[in-house]
């Protein structure tokens, strides 16, 4: 009777023995140990499969595309020479963008003259500074310029216009007839062009002839036709 109860105890043993042994084994898998004897392969930390050569990468670059700085060629803004905004330079005018016609006042009795250019072409350009404007071989060279220059170059589109008025003589001063006067223009450099021979100009039928004194004096080129009467008539250009 006490033999029976030994063997009871001992297979009750065993089969503790055999549980015990197969949960150390369960542990020690879940844990991170080796899976069937072999060691984990290397691969991103977050277990996500790394991309492979081919595949274009959708990380966003470190930096930002470099710009042109402002002002550099081939740049549209202010800083571009000949400067309207639109960041193209402008060529200056010549003879043969330009139509000329000359005029003046009716109760000014011939004191002063109106020259207007006209784009003729489907391309602006740009009347530089004032006009070379000469009277025959009696004067030394282009007459001087007077007070007033504009704040901006007298750039003009297809069919526009520029002004620019001549101070002619002052009462009682000695005078010369004259019929026609010779027409030169600058470039953006002031002072330029000065050796280029000048275009004769008639004056229109209208006017025939006029006089002018030994110190005759001619304005800016402007847009504004007001300006150059303002220059002429209220600044004490006749004296």
Not at 123 to 146: N, Q, R, S, W
Not at 172 to 185: H, P, Q, R
């Amino acid at each position: 009777m006490s033999i029976v109860i030994v063997r009871n105890r001992w297979k009750n043993y065993a089969a503790g023995l055999a549980v015990v042994a197969a949960l150390l084994s369960a542990t020690a898998c879940q844990s991170g140990g080796t899976d069937e004897g072999k060691a984990p392969g290397p691969g991103p930390s977050s277990g996500a499969p790394a991309p492979s050569a081919d595949a274009p990468s959708t990380t966003a670059p470190t930096t930002a595309p470099t710009s042109a700085p402002s002002g550099t060629p081939g740049t549209t803004g202010t800083g571009q020479p000949g400067g309207s905004g639109s960041g193209k330079t402008v060529a200056a005018c010549n003879d043969n963008d330009l139509s000329i016609d000359t005029s003046v006042w009716r109760q000014d009795s011939g004191q002063n003259l109106l020259i207007t250019a006209t784009n003729i072409t489907d391309k602006p350009c740009t009347l530089y500074h004032y006009p070379y404007v000469g009277f025959g071989a009696e004067m030394d060279g282009p007459i001087g310029a007077m007070k007033g220059r504009p704040k901006a170059d007298a750039t003009i589109g297809p069919k526009g216009k520029a002004y620019a008025g001549v101070f002619l003589f002052r009462g009682g001063e000695k005078t010369t007839a004259f019929k026609s006067f010779s027409l030169g223009y600058q470039d953006r450099a002031p002072n330029s062009n000065r050796d280029v021979a000048s275009l004769d100009i008639a004056l229109s039928k209208e006017i025939g002839s006029l006089n002018h004194g030994p110190n005759p004096r001619v304005t800016y080129w402007n847009l504004d036709r007001r300006a150059i009467e303002d220059i002429l008539f209220r600044s004490g250009a006749n004296g």
